[in-house]
């Protein structure tokens, strides 16, 4: 059975798959996202080639470079490195995951194949196993978002017995509201040390009261130092606190959703955070407007994400 140095838990960042203009990847800024990461926002787990990072809209060629240049520059920086290998080739996912063992990631992830789709746990288990032995010796965590997926299988109907069929399966990112289903999943299987890694961010203090050992998301690549401290004050029971600091990261998710918030926005909202280049999005994927970028800017620095010199005091709303 695979075992990892240590549990995943915590955050993990879903990382943006940096690009040029012309839609190549832009490998030369990967090195300082990673410290970036490190240092300005104290994640040091990351989820590659997943929603966030584009990577269903890569070739299989390229995603084996993304996933060699996140493995290579965070080296002594990074605790893991957790590869998505998911796709609708089994072939292909397979390819993906032996290559992840290879270069030395710390993990696999895989989603449900979602063009044809696998209607029941049965299918879908036996696609998932397929994956996972193309690297026995790698943790293994199903990723859950049958919103995107379109495969409404339960997670808690899943996890029922996964080891038997999956000994390296590890854990669950679960990218999905219903949290009676997550909870489920924490209650029915709490003997197994599994990681319960949640999705969605602006839900995540939700999640952390029932049982979620960690979470991955795209805000933390920006936002991971304000989460961190939620999480911080719920580990010492200041409820208060954490609820604060949960309300304050709604605050800001809240206000682009309404605006239109995806891949795109998000890797907007990355560079005008950290400053790192990181492009924009592959087509079919649109660039963020300028009107969003402005917005989205305003917003930061009201919330103190940004410096808000620029500001009038009486426009601050600034999270404590």
């Not at 490998?27 to 990673?34: C, D, H, L, P």
């Not at 040091?44 to 997943?50: L, M, R, T």
């Not at 080891?163 to 390296?168: F, G």
């Amino acid at each position: 059975m695979a075992s990892p140095k240590k549990k995943l838990q915590g955050l993990v960042a879903a990382t943006i798959t940096p690009m040029t203009e012309h839609g190549e990847i832009n490998f030369s800024v990967i090195g300082q996202y990673v410290d970036y990461l490190v240092e300005e926002q104290g994640v040091k787990n990351i989820f590659v080639n997943g929603t966030t990072g584009e990577g269903l809209s890569l070739s299989v060629s390229e995603r084996r470079q993304v996933a060699e240049a996140w493995v290579a520059k965070g080296r002594n920086k990074l605790d893991q490195v957790v590869i998505h290998v998911g796709a609708l080739s089994l072939k292909d996912s397979q390819e993906l995951a032996q290559h992840a063992a290879e270069i030395g990631a710390d993990g696999i992830a895989v989603i449900a194949p979602f063009f044809l789709k696998p209607w029941n746990k049965d299918a879908l288990i036996n696609f998932l196993k397929e994956v996972a032995a193309a690297a026995p010796t790698l943790p293994f965590y199903y990723y859950h978002i049958p919103a995107l997926t379109g495969v409404k299988i339960r997670a808690e109907e899943l996890l029922d017995g996964i080891q038997d069929k999956i000994p390296t399966f590890q854990g669950l990112k679960f990218s999905d509201t219903d949290l009676l289903d997550f909870g489920q999943c924490v209650d029915q299987n709490r003997q197994q040390q599994f990681a319960f890694l949640f999705g969605v961010d602006e839900q995540l203090l939700s999640a952390l009261v029932m049982g979620a050992t960690g979470a991955v998301g795209s805000t933390y690549n920006y936002m991971g130092k304000k989460t961190n401290q939620m999480l911080e004050a719920f580990e010492r029971k200041d409820f208060s606190s954490a609820l604060n600091h949960q309300f304050c990261i709604q605050r800001f998710i809240n206000f682009v959703l309404k605006l239109g918030f995806g891949v795109s926005q998000t890797k907007a909202i990355m560079t005008l955070v950290s400053g790192i280049p990181v492009g924009p999005p592959r087509p079919p994927l649109q660039k963020a407007s300028r009107e969003f970028i402005d917005d989205a800017k305003a917003k930061l620095k009201s919330l103190d994400f940004l410096s808000s010199t620029d500001l009038k005091d009486g426009n601050l709303e600034p999270c404590s």
